[in-house]
Nanobody, 115 residues
Framework: QVQLVESGGGLVQAGDSLRLSCAASGRTFNTYTRGWFRQAPGKEREFVARIIGGSPVYADSVKGRFTISRDNAKNTVYLQMNSLKPEDTAVYYC??????????WGQGTQVTVSS
């Protein structure tokens, strides 16, 4: 089992920045990829960014504005979000996928961007 705890969400204005954190505990040695997803009201959950090894991958909608990174010593993944837009408003979820293709999700953190 892997436990994930997200933090760092909040209410900001358009153009501001936020940094989300996702701390992992448990059987993290079996991690294949760690990533961020988001779900806006009335919409499907969508991919935002993930990191495999040291290589990041981003959704087109956030490319150039968001940066995913990790601190292996702290077992934490970050999502630095710059130039935030109202359309970035959503609940952001951290996900870990293990080598046996099991998925673990955090509880989510709300990000609200006002115009």
């Amino acid at each position: 089992q892997v436990q994930l705890v997200e933090s760092g969400g909040g209410l900001v204005q358009a153009g501001d920045s936020l940094r989300l954190s996702c701390a992992a505990s448990g059987r993290t040695f079996n991690t294949y990829t760690r990533g961020w997803f988001r779900q806006a009201p009335g919409k499907e959950r969508e991919f935002v960014a993930r990191i495999i090894g040291g290589s990041p991958v981003y959704a087109d909608s956030v490319k150039g504005r968001f940066t995913i990174s990790r601190d292996n010593a702290k077992n934490t993944v970050y999502l630095q979000m710059n130039s935030l837009k109202p359309e970035d408003t959503a609940v952001y979820y951290c996900r870990v996928r293990t080598l046996d293709s099991s998925d673990y999700w955090g509880q989510g953190t709300q990000v609200t961007v006002s115009s």
